[in-house]
T-cell receptor, first 112, second 115 residues
C-alpha cells in the first residue's frame, strides 16, 4: 500500500534519448514535487504542482517538462538526455498547510 | 534567501551511545517548520522528526529528539541508544508557510553506527 510510488526505479539510457518518470500518490495530498539528488547527495527542488497547477519552477533546463493530469499524478518528461542528467529523481507530496513531505523511493537515472 | 547548513560531513558513534547532529538555518520568516530526514542505503527518504517554529517545546519521537534554538537558528538532532539501523545519511530541512513554499535541504551528514 505504497503512499508515493515512482516508476521506474532504475533507468539506464543513452545520450539524446527521451524518457519519462511517473509518480502517483494515494494520500489525498494536493501538492506534488520533483526533487533531484545529485552525485554529492544534494537535494534540490525542480518543480511543484498544486491541484494540477504549476507553482514552482526552479532554474531547470527546458528539456525537463513536468505534467500533472490530476492531483494524484505528476510525471516528469526529459528530452535529449545528457550525461549531466544522471541523478536520483524523487517525487514527493504534501498536504496544504501541513508541510510534511512524503517521498517516493526515487528513480536512479543513468545516462551513458 | 533561505539556507540550511550542516557543517559536519560525517560522524561516527558506538552502538548504544548518544550522538548529536548539528544544523543551522537562515530565514527572515517567523513562521516555519523544520525537519530531519533519514536516507539509508536503500535511498528512501524517511521523515524522522518535525518541529514547528511557533512551538517552544522540543519535539521528541522515541529515541530521536531535537534541540531547537529559535533565536540562534539552530536545530540539532539527538539520537539516543544508537542502533546499527540508524546508519544513514541525515538531512536537515526547512520550509516556510505559504502557498509557494518549498522544502529546502542541507547537504546532509553521513552517520555510521559502529557495532
Amino acid at each position: 500500500d505504497t503512499a508515493v510510488s515512482q516508476t521506474p526505479k532504475y533507468l539506464v539510457t543513452q545520450m539524446g534519448n527521451d524518457k519519462s518518470i511517473k509518480c502517483e500518490q494515494n494520500l489525498g495530498h494536493d501538492t506534488m514535487y520533483w526533487y533531484k539528488q545529485d552525485s554529492k547527495k544534494f537535494l534540490k527542488i525542480m518543480f511543484s504542482y498544486n491541484n494540477k497547477e504549476l507553482i514552482i519552477n526552479e532554474t531547470v533546463p527546458n528539456r525537463f517538462s513536468p505534467k500533472s493530469p490530476d492531483k494524484a499524478h505528476l510525471n516528469l518528461h526529459i528530452n535529449s538526455l545528457e550525461l549531466g542528467d544522471s541523478a536520483v529523481y524523487f517525487c514527493a507530496s504534501s498536504k496544504m498547510r501541513d508541510y510534511g513531505y512524503t517521498f517516493g523511493s526515487g528513480t536512479r537515472l543513468t545516462v551513458v | 534567501a533561505q539556507t540550511v547548513t550542516q557543517s559536519q560531513p560525517e560522524m561516527s558513534v558506538q552502538e548504544a551511545e548518544t550522538v548529536t547532529l548539528s544544523c543551522t538555518y537562515d530565514t527572515s520568516e517567523s513562521n516555519y517548520y523544520l525537519f530531519w530526514y533519514k536516507q539509508p542505503p536503500s535511498r528512501q527518504m524517511i521523515l524522522v522528526i518535525r518541529q514547528e517554529a511557533y512551538k517552544q517545546q522540543n519535539a521528541t519521537e522515541n529515541r530521536f529528539s531535537v534541540n531547537f534554538q529559535k533565536a540562534a537558528k539552530s536545530f540539532s538532532l539527538k539520537i539516543s541508544d544508537s542502533q546499527l539501523g540508524d546508519t544513514a545519511m541525515y538531512f536537515c530541512a526547512f520550509v516556510t508557510r505559504g502557498a509557494n513554499s518549498k522544502l529546502t535541504f542541507g547537504k546532509g551528514i553521513t552517520l555510521s553506527v559502529r557495532p
